[in-house]
């Protein structure tokens, strides 16, 4: 649990790097970012097929766990008795960059990265359940399609600070050249 916490938390802090980086540097340096940044998603995959699919025998349940659950919220009103929270807040947090890099990639709007976000955790839990590695649980569903929506989210906050930021210092600099007087 606490492996799989910090690997989560490490990519979500690298990925942010990576962005942030690519954002704000020179068009001759873009195509390396950019590529920087296709690795980063890849890594993403490959992290999420890991604790998917490798590594859910490790979740704290033991046993052969194949079971369908679909009922809404069940899972998180057990796991506060079986103290198992933690993993809605790991499922929440494991799909937060999938909302955070898709926007990246394409022009999309925050329903469509939700349902996309929905799409891809029916493709897991459908691959848990068939391949008889985890349960396919419509709480699953629901904390993902959160962490996508979160990742969009945050998403938006990063880009409209930093259009903020440059118009900000476009007026700065026209101020200047006019000479009138910069108040922040």
Request: net charge positive; aromatic share 10%; hydrophobic share 45%.
């Amino acid at each position: 649990m606490i492996e799989e916490l910090c690997c989560i938390i490490g990519l979500l802090a690298l990925m942010c790097l990576v962005v942030q980086k690519s954002k704000t540097v020179r068009a001759e340096n873009q195509k390396r970012y950019r590529c920087i940044l296709i690795m980063t998603a890849f890594l993403y995959l490959c992290g999420v097929a890991y604790f998917t699919m490798l590594a859910s025998g490790r979740s704290g349940v033991s046993g052969v766990r194949t079971k369908v659950d679909l009922i809404v919220l069940r899972s998180l009103i057990q796991g506060v008795y079986r103290r198992t929270t933690h993993l809605h807040v790991l499922n929440i947090l494991m799909f937060i960059p999938f909302g955070y890099l898709l926007p990246h990639f394409v022009q999309i709007k925050t329903w469509k990265i939700a349902l996309l976000g929905l799409v891809f955790s029916l493709i897991i839990e459908t691959s848990q359940l068939i391949f008889h590695v985890g349960f396919f649980q419509v709480d699953d569903l629901i904390d993902n399609t959160i962490g996508g929506v979160l990742g969009c989210f945050l998403y938006r906050l990063i880009d409209y600070e930093k259009k903020r930021d440059k118009q900000l210092t476009a007026t700065q600099f026209q101020q200047s050249i006019s000479g009138d007087e910069v108040i922040c």
